[in-house]
Antibody, heavy 117, light 106 residues
């Protein structure tokens, strides 16, 4: 079964850091671009970042540039999002998603990040 | 950045209705448009990619059309399980951007 499972979310104070993980299974992880998409409570979807299979290309949404980094371990079938200098506006459900045919065809169940003092 | 605007933002419909949701891009995105369905508390699910290609496993009552800047998602014969929020998303360029969503209510 093709599956993505996120972990690492939680409550963090403003200015703090958090590392999200996404474990992939059921497909050849190393063959796909991967992304993170977030959704603030009661709001719409916001694309955050996309990473190429060999990590040679990474694209970020402007509000997170310089604060978030993305990486992957193809041997471990895992995607990561390191989030530093977190702000209240980063509070959201974070979804890991597979990019295929220029769309996000597989999504994880999401992991909630809450930035609050 | 390419902005995506959906209309309407919300709508009421009945089982059996034909529903049309539109999505407009601020720049030409050729056919690089996807549609997603999201139910409360769940992750989004891909319905349509490349503007008109039906994702595997998605019922044929869902269809997409359009190219350039104007796109349409049509749900024919609305079913109870179709009451949800729908999003369009452009894949022409980075940053990827989504429409604000269309909530289809009973």
């Amino acid at each position: 079964e093709v599956q993505l499972v996120e972990s690492g979310g939680g409550l963090v104070q403003p200015g703090g850091s958090l590392r999200l993980s996404c474990a992939a299974s059921g497909f050849t992880f190393s063959g796909f671009w991967m992304s993170w998409v977030r959704q603030a409570p009661g709001k719409g979807l916001e694309w955050v970042v996309t990473i190429k299979p060999d990590e040679s290309e990474k694209y970020f949404v402007d509000p997170v540039k310089g604060r978030f980094t993305v990486s992957r371990d193809n041997a471990e079938n895992s995607l990561y999002l390191q989030m530093d200098s977190l702000r209240a506006e980063d509070t959201a459900m974070y979804y890991c998603a597979r990019a295929n045919n220029y769309a996000f065809d597989i999504w994880g169940q999401g992991t909630m990040v809450t930035v609050s003092s | 950045d390419i902005q995506m605007t959906q209309s309407p933002s919300s709508m009421s419909a009945s089982v059996g209705d034909r529903v049309t949701i539109t999505c407009r891009a601020t720049q030409v995105i050729r056919s690089w448009l996807a549609w997603y369905q999201q139910k409360p508390g769940k992750a989004p699910e891909l319905l349509i990619y490349a503007a008109s290609s039906l994702q595997s496993g998605v019922p044929s009552r869902f269809s997409g059309s359009g190219s350039g800047t104007d796109f349409t998602l049509t749900i024919s014969n609305l079913q109870p399980e179709d009451f949800a929020t729908y999003y369009c998303q452009q894949a022409e360029s980075f940053p990827r951007t989504f429409g604000q969503g269309t909530k289809v209510e009973i």
